[in-house]
């Protein structure tokens, strides 16, 4: 692995610059603790994922090329979302094929071995497991399909939890076990994906957890859709969300 | 293998998630044969260099399967059997008919075989008045409740014990009139049926799992035994075999049947292995007739990305892990190969129109790629179909297509995607069009395709700041 980077481009993805910001926010505030400059280039848009793995790969060339034109430059480019990241990562060279661009593929070949998951770049590359955060809450943790069989981020997502000061941290049954989001199938499948959803959430009501936590806010958008909708009382919080956390916050 | 009326697979997965008894059944059985798989795969420590070997010898026999094809018809031919070829289903049910009726038989013993589950051999001999007795102890609940497979391997699966004593009271002269529901008792009654069955049938049919080129040699691989008998104690034997069943050696095949059980039924090693060299004097069938399917499978052949399902060895691991098969079960795809496998390989060897829901009946987590033995990646031919389907409709339907609610929006996105203006203009317009259906910061019920989504989730309100909002405020 090269050297730690001292300075990061930030991938938000369209969907937590819309919905979730606060995780957003939670990235900046972490890594600058940590003493890693965050540039965030006004130009992005989305990934193109969607797009891609519902059929529409023609509309998703010129995303492609869009990200490859706003990240090109940069060293290091991080994202919070570890589904976003493995279509850059699994997708985008199928894409550039498909373009026919020669150029798009080499800037696409380029750029992919750059392109990190939060937990990628604070474990592998900043080389740390303890952040400094504080967070006195049960919580439980949902590894992400993406994130555990596309991008094998393992157990650094866990690692980074089990270090946080305060936590209780409980192991989630089944926890490999799909959510049932799976993009547009959610919709298109919603009686499958509603199946698949209320028994993720029988896991996580036994665990007694208050807070459930995973590094994707899709999934947690689902899984937290139908916590809500059952009153059930335990709230989806982004990972990074709870790195951010200090024992100098208000609201720890 | 599947019908134009079927039902789209929502439709079809709507009346299985309602089926208690079903989900139950389901749920159980492929949670055990989970447990049991991970922990077989887990004793063998060069498991990802086998699946790397599965996966390369099948990608060299496809790229030369035509003399590899021709090699085995060689060898069979010196052994003594006799080869046929059928490019469909059609073809094939009329050459096994010939074979039947030439010999004036009109009762056959069958081995389990997905092949003519594909091409419906029964029903095709059935209008020939030929009657075939499946023997494989899942495939006769199945043919005796006049039911559909539901599973590769386990075809009765979404039956649990009491149903199939229930059904075996019921249609069978040998069930003993206090007939429990313990196993031991349930496959001793199917053993007093098939026994007679066995020892009078004069042709028997069955599948093939691999034949190796080289010796005209074909195997079965199975748990029961009852293959064996449909193999060894008929006259005349005819095997059924997909084109892309073949590998060139003895030590290919040594890679498969290290792979096969541990996916399929989590043994280290099968109960039953039947492999035959054509015909031998005095020991096992008199005539041999292997019939060689296309039925689709160069339709597959001929698809860059979709070519890797012809790896499939039909073990079943992708459905017993697949969540979504796990609560739907497999008549819900309305075709002979349900789960994973079955949504990409149904739709290659069928044409799209059928089965153009199956590409979307996943939700792409990968757990069928991280188990496939021979690393097929199904999540990534799944996404290539979707993208073929999507082009196949814009051919069809031409601008009716790209009018359609789901088309339109994805255009209309794209387009939003691709300027920073437009993009940010949306994220405005979003905040502002959604207060008609935000309580409390939720929303609760959304209109149109979305609906779905709210039918048990609620979707948190848009924020009234964005990321980029909030970042340009700091600097």
Redesign the interface.
Known sequence: MSTSPSRVALFITCFNDTMFPQTGRAVVTLLERLGVAVDFPLEQTCCGQMHFNTGYADETIPLVRRFVDVFGDAETVVSPSASCVSMVREAYGRVAQLSGDAGLARGVESLVPRVLELSELLVDRLGVEDVGAYFPRRVTYHPTCHGLRMLHVGDRPLRLLRAVHGIDLVELPEATQCCGFGGTFAVKNADTSIAMVSDKVRTILDTGAEVCAAADNSCLMHIGGALSRQRAGVRTMHLAEILARTKEDSEP | MIDAGTPS??EA??TA?ADAQL?HNLGHATQTIRAKRAAVVAEVPDWQELREAGRAVKERVLRHLDQHLIGLEESVTRAGGIVHWARDGEECNRIVGDIIAGHGVDEVVKAKSLTTEETRLNEALAERGIRAWETDLAQLIIQLGDDMPSHILVPAIHKNREQIRALFARTLSEASPDLTDDPRELAETARRHLRKLFLGARVGISGVNFAVADTGTVSVVESEGNGRMCTTLPEVLISVMGIEKVVPTWEDLEVYLQLLPRSSTAERMNPYTSLWTGVTDGDGPREFHLVLIDNGRTHVLADEIGRQALNCIRCSACLNVC??YE??GGHAYGSTYPGPIGAILTPMLTGMTAAKSLP????????C??VCPVKINIPEVL?HL??E??KASTRARGVRERLSP??AA??A??R???S?RL?EAA?RA?RLAQWPLVRDG?I?RLPG??R??T??????A??S????????DRS
Not at chain 2, 360 to 367: D, E, P, R
Not at chain 2, 465 to 472: A, G, I, P, T, V
């Open positions: 697979f929502p997965a709507r998630l989900r969540p979504v609560r739907t979307y009946a996943s939700s792409l987590c990968g757990a790629y991280e996404v979707r993208h389907e999507v789901e088309h994805m255009r996105m794209a939003v995607f691709a920073r993009y994220q979003g939720k609760r395709p979305l779905g989504w039918a048990a989730r609620d979707l948190p848009v924020p700041q964005s990321f980029r909002d909030w970042w340009r």
